[in-house]
């Protein structure tokens, strides 16, 4: 795939806002930039929600005492090991504020396609990043581990999937990468897409952590339970790990409203079943509609497809936005040629490869985007 190598700006850049392009266009748009749930959250979460609002004026349990539980549970570990925080990003702040605590200075391995807050987060607390290149679209586990072997090195970020590219890691590979990372090394494997992952391709989350004291796996309600709108994520690890980040968690970080939330999206086991059939599919027509077009799509495990158009992005994503249709372009990774498109209902797909086509000029690709 086409890139360009500069190097990236540290700043975080969120997705556009679907709200005030509604208003600027006076009409529905569709939102294919945030990789969010197009089913929206389970129904079980939205009665929570409002039940919550009722209770507005109680603060909510300082450290989330009860949906800790419920995870414990899911996972077959204590609440100890769990440590509920604001989303997914406020994990990896945290994470970077106990390596610059503990050992200041501390250089942090941040693979250079891949989620950009990892980055961020470094700089931010004065840690130096290194950039570690991806083998094409995937991350290069030989380098990473080169990479950690420098005693500098104090926190390893790696995603699986990975954003923005959405290839995974071979389990097996995974497995031993792991137990290859020096201990020194806080290692925060990045689990926020893995719902989407196909089952055979996931790694037991509880097993890593018990196994390796080094390893927290992150996980977020933003993506496959629809809830990225309450701020609420997890991390799981071993206990003497857990209770070391945190220190850097101040009690009621998380709203009563996300917990009840969580707790309920939790037990809709239907829902993150029904999410994944649906993503897969509609993943699998819009990959399709793309490559018929011509362009470069990269095989994704996630609820997004990296598409390379092989010209300037930003002229086409504003054309599109333009139509009402937001993706999300990648000039912070040094992809100036790439769209990411996230998976949305069958409608909003079909728009944006309609859409695409005629930007580009080009067939859509009718029988490879049928449903």
């Not at 961020?120 to 607390?125: G, L």
């Amino acid at each position: 795939m086409t890139t360009d190598t500069q190097t990236p700006t540290l700043r975080y850049i969120p997705g556009g806002d679907a709200d005030a392009l509604s208003r600027r266009l006076g009409r529905a748009v569709i939102k294919l930039a945030s990789n969010e749930n197009p089913l929206g959250p389970p129904l079980g979460a939205q009665a929570a929600i409002h039940d919550a609002a009722g209770r507005a004026q109680i603060y909510p349990e300082p450290t989330s005492e009860s949906l800790r539980a419920a995870l414990a549970e899911r996972h077959g570990l204590t609440p100890e090991e769990v440590l509920v925080c604001a989303g997914g990003t406020d994990a990896i702040q945290i994470a970077a504020m106990l390596t610059a605590v503990e050992r200041p200075g501390a250089a942090v391995i941040a693979p250079h396609r891949s989620f950009l807050a990892y980055r961020v987060a470094a700089n931010q607390v004065g840690l130096r990043a290194v950039d570690v290149p991806l083998i094409g679209e995937r991350l290069d586990l030989g380098a990473m581990l080169a990479a950690a072997q420098d005693p500098a090195v104090g926190l390893l970020y790696l995603a699986n999937p990975n954003n923005p590219t959405g290839t995974s890691i071979d389990p097996k590979m995974l497995t031993r990468f792991l137990a290859r990372v020096p201990e020194r090394v806080l290692v925060v494997l990045d689990e926020a897409y893995i719902e989407f992952l196909a089952p055979e391709r996931r790694v037991d989350a509880a097993a890593l952590v018990r196994r390796h004291a080094n390893v927290v796996v992150l996980r977020t309600f933003s993506k496959v339970y629809g809830l990225a709108a309450l701020r609420i994520g997890y991390v799981l690890g071993a206990a003497a790990t857990i209770a070391r980040l945190g220190r850097f968690v101040m009690p009621f970080r998380v709203s009563a409203a996300a917990q009840k939330a969580a707790r309920a999206a939790l037990e809709d086991e239907l829902f993150v079943i029904r999410s994944h059939v649906h993503n897969r599919r509609q993943r699998t027509i819009l990959t399709r509609g793309l490559m018929a077009m011509g362009l470069e799509a990269t095989a994704s495990d996630a609820n997004f497809v990296l598409v390379d158009l092989g010209r300037p992005a930003a002229p086409i994503a504003a054309a599109l936005e333009g139509r009402g249709i937001m993706v999300r372009t990648l000039e912070p990774y040094g992809m100036t040629t790439a769209l990411r498109i996230s998976v949305g209902l069958a409608d909003e797909n079909r728009a944006v490869l309609d859409a695409l086509a005629e930007l580009l000029g080009v067939a859509a690709g009718d029988d490879a985007v049928a449903s």
